[in-house]
């Protein structure tokens, strides 16, 4: 079974702290993704990564950065944590075989006070 | 830019009845995926539909794509109280040379399945 993990599940911070979010696959796949879902809106995609050291813009990059060392792990910044950023964090990833979805972790929930 | 829209986005059914989701995209693609997803939990994967006229089913659930309409449908049989969750579809965009996909998400659907 693929199995993705998050460093937190519940995390509270202040307005201005950087913030670092890890998640870990054991299936060594090629991609790995980083999305927020809020209420209303669904998931949207904040970074991507296809290989290590490679990341790709999502649809919402702007406030966050992205940091892929190893293969099966992918990391997301906040830089300087916002009110607008708290929501809930879901990281995921996948073989990039068509046929193969993506599997998302837990989700980590963020309070920026 | 790639848009995916889901409707109803609340669906409130009683026990034993039958309905469908919709989710409609603006531009050409040939893959797209259901997933569910439980209050507090994640996200689980229901189904991948890889080509026009794909059909796939589980259980009370069944999906379909019909690429040239770029519309999926996720169809309840006989609904129960355990289907009762969120459902999104999404709608991959490959990325040139990379080889891999990204997914846009509809905003979801809320059922709930009264007894």
């Known amino acids: 079974d693929v199995k993705v993990t998050q460093s937190s599940r519940y995390l509270v911070k202040r307005t201005g702290e950087k913030v670092f979010l890890e998640c870990v696959q054991d299936m060594d796949h090629e991609n790995m993704f980083w999305y927020r879902q809020d209420p209303g809106l669904g998931l949207r995609l904040i970074y991507f990564s296809y290989d290590v050291k490679m990341k790709e813009k999502g649809d919402i990059p702007e406030g966050y950065s992205v940091s892929r060392e190893k293969k099966e792990r992918f990391s997301l910044i906040l830089e300087s944590a916002s009110t607008n950023q708290t929501s809930m964090y879901l990281c995921a990833s996948s073989s990039g075989r068509p046929q193969e979805t993506q599997y998302f972790g837990p989700g980590t929930r963020l309070l920026v006070l | 830019e790639l848009k995916v829209e889901q409707n109803p986005l609340f669906l409130s059914m009683q026990e034993g009845k039958n309905y469908t989701i919709y989710c409609n995209y603006s531009t050409t693609s040939d893959r797209l995926y259901w997933y569910r997803q439980d209050p507090g939990k994640s996200l689980e994967s229901l189904f991948v539909l890889l080509s026009n006229g794909a059909v796939k089913q589980e259980g009370r659930l069944m999906a379909s794509l019909d690429t040239k309409a770029r519309l999926s449908t996720l169809h309840i049989t006989a609904a129960v109280h355990d289907l009762s969750a969120t459902y999104f579809c999404?709608?991959?965009?490959?990325?040139?040379?990379?080889?891999?996909?990204?997914?846009?998400f509809g905003k979801g659907t809320k059922l709930s399945v009264i007894p």
């Open positions: 999404a709608v991959a965009k490959t990325h040139s040379g990379a080889g891999s996909y990204q997914l846009t």
